[in-house]
């Protein structure tokens, strides 16, 4: 959550159960008893897995397979109870996708409903926004990754892999990204929803993304 976030990160935080939410169903504002809005949060933790959410505190004691206690502490002079939790489910901050599923552009209501219910239907693919790719990892193949340089504006990753696959960058997808392969232009997907990806050939590459504000600025004023 921040004061300007986008959308669909309103929305998938409304759906979550934040109170912050300014964009589509709000769970918080739900007319359901407490336990019935917990049991439904748990149910849609694999949609919070997918946002690389790995660390939960919660005000309430929380039950599910994917998650591990951490610590509890008291707070305030009433000494009310927290939880920490750490959520074992969590999607790396970036990684090479196993697989993925293509599917087109399409209103962003039509792809909420798309990436919820290819989530929460226990698929583990990777969801591209994209009409012409055709580019599919097999679970075979060999890959790895490592981050060079992470700023608030600048993340460059060393990728290896012995044939072409997509990597998946855990950042929303804004105005004012820019992706480079190797020094050159690559253009970035829309992956699950609101995240990042960019395809790469087979091969040992450097892949940079920057944040431009002037270049948000420049694409939304060009809507």
Same mark, same amino acid.
């Given at each position: 959550y921040d004061n300007l976030m986008d959308r669909r990160s309103s929305r998938v935080i409304g759906f979550l159960g934040s109170d912050r939410a300014t964009a589509g169903m709000r769970l918080a504002e739900e007319k359901l008893p407490l336990e019935r809005k917990l049991d439904l949060i748990m149910a849609r933790l694999t949609v919070l897995s997918v946002f690389n959410v790995k660390y939960l505190i919660s005000a309430y004691p929380l039950e599910h397979p994917q998650l591990t206690a951490v610590y509890r502490w008291e707070v305030t002079r009433h000494k009310i109870p927290l939880y920490l939790y750490e959520n074992t489910g969590a999607q790396?901050? !970036? !990684?090479? @996708?196993?697989? #993925?599923?293509? #599917?087109?552009?399409?209103?962003?209501?039509?792809?909420?409903?798309?990436? @919820?219910?290819?989530? %929460?239907?226990?698929?583990?693919?990777? %969801?591209?926004?994209? #009409?012409?790719c055709s580019q599919r990892p097999s679970n075979s193949a060999q890959r790895s990754v490592a981050l060079g340089t992470s700023r608030n504006q600048q993340y460059v990753f060393e990728v290896s892999l012995d044939e072409p696959s997509w990597f998946v960058f855990g950042q929303n997808f804004l105005p004012g990204w820019a992706a480079t392969l190797d020094g050159k232009p690559a253009v970035i997907h829309r992956a699950n929803f609101n995240l990042q990806a960019v395809a790469v050939p087979s091969g040992s590459h450097r892949i940079e993304f920057r944040f431009s504000p002037f270049l948000a600025w420049a694409r939304r004023g060009a809507r």
């Open positions: 790396p901050r !970036y !990684y090479i @996708t196993n697989s #993925v599923t293509f #599917v087109p552009p399409a209103d962003e209501d039509h792809e909420w409903s798309q990436f @919820t219910s290819h989530v %929460l239907g226990g698929k583990t693919s990777t %969801l591209i926004t994209c #009409v012409s």
